[in-house]
């Protein structure tokens, strides 16, 4: 005889499908454990005895085991769930995932919508970074989505280890800090993030960082080791430069070399500059007064550092 332990969400009839492929296998489940009944809710980490070898669908159980899915759908009762704070921020992970996490800190409460068959779950945020940890407790057959509610600020954002394919943003969120390391997603959603001065984007595959120019007061970018085109910062870094206004001086740091040399760019016969490189925009960061006058600007490209020099203004 086998023992088989009961996994979160588990019914007898996704015990029956796991062991034997058809749920026509609750017989044997219930001749081997008398105790057992349809009425019985199965708790995570129940032990259920079965026959040994005995599969009716051999097609279903190998599939379950080749591609590591466990059926679990026995919470449906926590469906629907209804929010009563508006969603602000969303994203997706891979349906083969089977768990999330996140990290952040702030002020106000929020509802999370795990995307599974658990109920809301209610935090309440502080100061001190807390860090959410979170099993699923069932399978799905296209990528998940993890909805957070409510009204918060937001003093620091961690999504590094989520697992995040796509992340939105409902509508403008204030979070002053925004982390998601070694991972991959495009960007569009930054924009939205209201007074962030310091984001770490390290380690990332990055399609487009122009969704950065529109974070204005932004003071740390660390842009180290991250997977990116040349072409790609190029355009970033001449989009700093055409549109400057209102912008924070900002401390980057980049693996990924512009192209071009740091030098004066050419200009055209009124005087405009002519900016053809990200080397050429990295020498107007770090060389017009006026946007250094409230702090330098300092972009460190692998071991070189390039900074504002006040004896050396245009």
Known sequence: MGRYTVTEGQNLYDVALHLTGSV??????MICNPDLSFEKTLRSGDELI???????????VARYQREHIVPANGERNVYPKYPVEPLRLWFTVDAGAISTAFSLSGTGHLQIDWGDNSPLEEIGLTSAVGVLNHRFD?????????RLYG??????????????????LSEPLRAERFT?????????????????????????????????VE???????????????????DAFLIALVTRHYGR???????????YGNYS???????????????????????????????????????????????????
């Open 264 to 314: 004066e760019p050419s200009r055209d016969d009124a005087g405009n500059y002519l900016l053809t490189t990200g080397m050429e925009a990295v020498w107007l960061l770090t060389h017009e007064e006026s946007w250094n006058e409230g702090g330098a600007w300092s972009i460190r490209i692998g071991e070189e550092c390039y900074r504002y020099q006040p004896n050396n203004p245009l």
């Open 24 to 29: 026509e296998g609750i017989v044997d489940l």
């Open 138 to 146: 069932n399978t799905v057959a296209s990528p998940r989505r993890v």
């Open 151 to 168: 009204n918060f600020t937001l003093q620091s954002l961690d999504l590094t280890p989520s697992g995040a394919r796509r992340i939105r």
């Open 215 to 233: 974070c204005r007061e932004l003071m740390s970018l660390d842009l180290t080791d991250a997977d990116i085109s040349r072409a790609a910062v």
């Open 50 to 60: 079965y026959t040994d070898g005995f599969v009716i669908d051999a097609d279903v």
């Open 180 to 212: 998601f390391c070694a991972g991959a997603a495009a960007l569009d959603f930054i924009s939205l993030l209201e007074g962030v001065f310091r984001v770490d984007l390290s380690r990332m595959s990055i399609g487009s960082l122009l969704p950065l």
């Open 248 to 258: 924070r001086n900002c401390e980057i740091r980049l693996t990924t070399a512009p």
